[in-house]
């Protein structure tokens, strides 16, 4: 495992970051216990040493969780990240009242690393009117946050207002090579160098969605590192970048966590003609046209019942085989009374979207394609 030194400190996360975001889930919905357990150990016997969790993750219990998980281990073994959501907070007292709770669920004295969780426009000027950053840097100096920054889903230009406002440690950004140019995240991770905060990368692989590609696109990747998995090259252009410091990775199977394992030990940077057949394969690729959804569940629940990451999970396989007429076949698992019909367009969806997608809209394409392909059978 390759680790990468924080600034000019003795703190060297590793490479590959454990993201709990997706941990193995039971058929409840709840954190599958066991399995999750084994998934932390052998992270730790990989090398893993950072792992990133949030209040909001597993409803809740993934804070709880990960502190029972890395208590077994020795304090100083592991760096651990946790979120103040914004969102969730209306007063100050709600803000302390979090942060407390989080420290005791996680079962730690300070946080290695602490972020105010995905600003935004909305959620940075709603920190600013409750001073949480303010809160947040006053726990710092008495030691119960080691460094402070933010991971954020918006423009370059609000980016840049929120590195100018405060001095943050670091910041975590959305990087993988779809999004480097279709979200402005080259111009965002410029934009760090710029302020010289450290980089840490969340959903590399889109939420899986970059580790399949359209056959064709697969094939150019395959002849040029045939021994490589589709997956390991959205870790490795995120890890390619220098200023990056951690690569996180929300593995939920033991294959996905070997797999990145296997990547990361050692780590060969892409090289220039890797880097061609990366572009060449995402040029091909393109023409799927998925709904670029990463599965992280924010929109969830509708209040209206639809099951939207399940239904754009489907789309995009689909979209993936080049064949949209097999929607129905893979939403079919999907009840009735989670379908597109369902939606009553509220908003409330993509309001919360970090990916800024027009939910409402989209699901208006998905119950046309369904009556389309109803009418059709």
Known sequence: MEYRTYKDTDCRPSLLGMGCMRLPKTEDGKIDRERAFQLIDRAFQGGITYFDVANPYHDGNAEPFIGEALSRYPRDSFTLATKMPAWKVETLDDVKALFEGQLE????????????????????????????????????????????GFSFHDTPEVLREICEAHPWDFAQLQINYLDWTAQRAKEQYEILEEYGLPCVVMEPVRGGALAKLCEPAEAVLKAAAPERSIASWAIRFAASLPNVMTVLSGMTVPEQLEDNLATMSPFEPLS????????????????????????????????????????????????????????????APIPASAHPDQCRACGKCAAACPQHIDIPGKMAELKALEEKLRRDQ
């Open 105 to 148: 669920k996680c079962r730690v004295d300070y946080f290695d690393f602490y972020l105010c969780h995905a600003l935004d426009r909305e959620y940075f000027d709603k920190q600013e009117r409750l001073g949480i950053y303010e809160y947040l840097a006053e726990k710092k100096k008495q030691g119960y946050i080691r460094r402070l």
């Open 272 to 331: 220039d003609a890797e880097r061609a057949a990366l572009a060449k394969a995402l040029e091909i690729d393109r023409q799927a046209q998925r709904i670029p959804c990463t599965g992280c569940r924010y929109c969830m629940p509708c209040p209206f019942g639809v099951d939207i990451p399940g239904l754009f999970k489907a789309y995009n396989e689909c979209a993936i085989d080049r064949m949209p007429g097999r929607f129905l076949k893979k939403a």
